[in-house]
């Protein structure tokens, strides 16, 4: 008995390692119920996916850039090709930060109606936001999660997950219009995991709290990237969630 422990304890670790993947790993199923995949068109037909995240039944958080045409919202998915236990709900309305940027990608935020409430169960589940002066500080390991590019460039049928690290903000302040006191700087530049093209929009996510918003995904896997800073937008979240929600 005491044999065959110390043998299964010996392969186990071998046996289970996704080994290939080096953008992330898979998640295991319904593990993050908050993550919504967000379907669009973009002006000349061609469909396009963001990550998002249920922060109300009614309300998705994603970016800015995520914005398109028949916006709609899949939740309770991993392998998004299954139908099982999936909810999806059209975009009612897209309500993107007034001064979002599509060259800086600064304010690279939107909040997103949905056309009937979610329901919630053990795969769709809502995620807490920060407080307005909860910071995340440099050193911190979050995890980010999206259905986006693999390493073979094909977009993942199931959801991957991404350890990364909060950067010092100097890091970031090589990069052009990187600001501070509205975005993170995340991910150790000696790292070779990153998100990747459809992982937009994605949470950042900090002791089960969304600290941030996946913005400027690499497609070269380049690290630090910049996210948004959740914690700067609280004033604004509250009241276009309001606005969102009158009827
Ligand atoms: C890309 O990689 C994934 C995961 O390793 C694999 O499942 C998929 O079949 C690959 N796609 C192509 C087109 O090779
Ligand atoms: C950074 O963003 C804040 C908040 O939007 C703004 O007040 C400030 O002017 C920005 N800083 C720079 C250098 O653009
Ligand atoms: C960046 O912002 C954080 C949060 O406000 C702050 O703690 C840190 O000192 C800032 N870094 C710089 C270089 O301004």
Redesign the pocket.
């Known amino acids: 008995m005491l044999l065959l422990l110390v043998f299964l304890v010996s392969v186990l670790p071998l046996s289970t390692d996704g080994g290939e993947i080096f953008l992330g790993t898979e998640s295991k199923p319904h593990s993050r119920p908050y993550m919504a995949f967000i379907k669009y068109y973009d002006r000349n037909s061609y469909i396009h996916r963001c990550g998002g995240f249920l922060v109300e039944k009614d309300i998705i958080m994603t970016a800015a850039h995520c914005l398109g045409r028949k916006m709609s919202v899949t939740l309770g998915a991993h392998n998004i090709r299954e139908q099982k236990n999936i909810q999806i709900i059209p975009v009612h309305k897209a309500k993107p930060h007034e001064d979002y940027n599509g060259i800086t990608l600064v304010n690279d935020i939107m909040l997103l109606k949905l056309e009937r409430r979610a329901q919630l169960n053990s795969f769709v589940k809502t995620i807490a936001l920060p407080k307005s002066q909860d910071?995340v500080?440099p050193g911190q390991v979050c995890t980010v999660s999206g259905w986006g590019e693999l390493p073979n460039c094909s977009l993942s049928d199931r959801l991957q997950e991404l350890n990364l690290e909060v950067q010092?903000?100097?890091k970031c302040?090589i990069l052009e219009s990187y600001n501070?006191?509205t975005q993170l700087c995340v991910g150790n530049p000696k790292e070779t995991r990153a998100t990747g093209e459809g992982d937009s929009g994605g949470p950042f996510v900090c002791d089960n709290v969304a600290q941030g918003i996946v913005s400027r995904p690499h497609c070269t896997g380049q690290l630090p990237q910049v996210f948004t800073?959740i914690s700067s937008f609280i004033p604004w979240i509250k009241k276009t969630i309001k606005l969102l929600q009158q009827p």
Do not use: E, L, V
Request: aromatic share 12%.
């Open positions: 910071w500080k010092n903000s100097q302040q501070n006191s800073r």
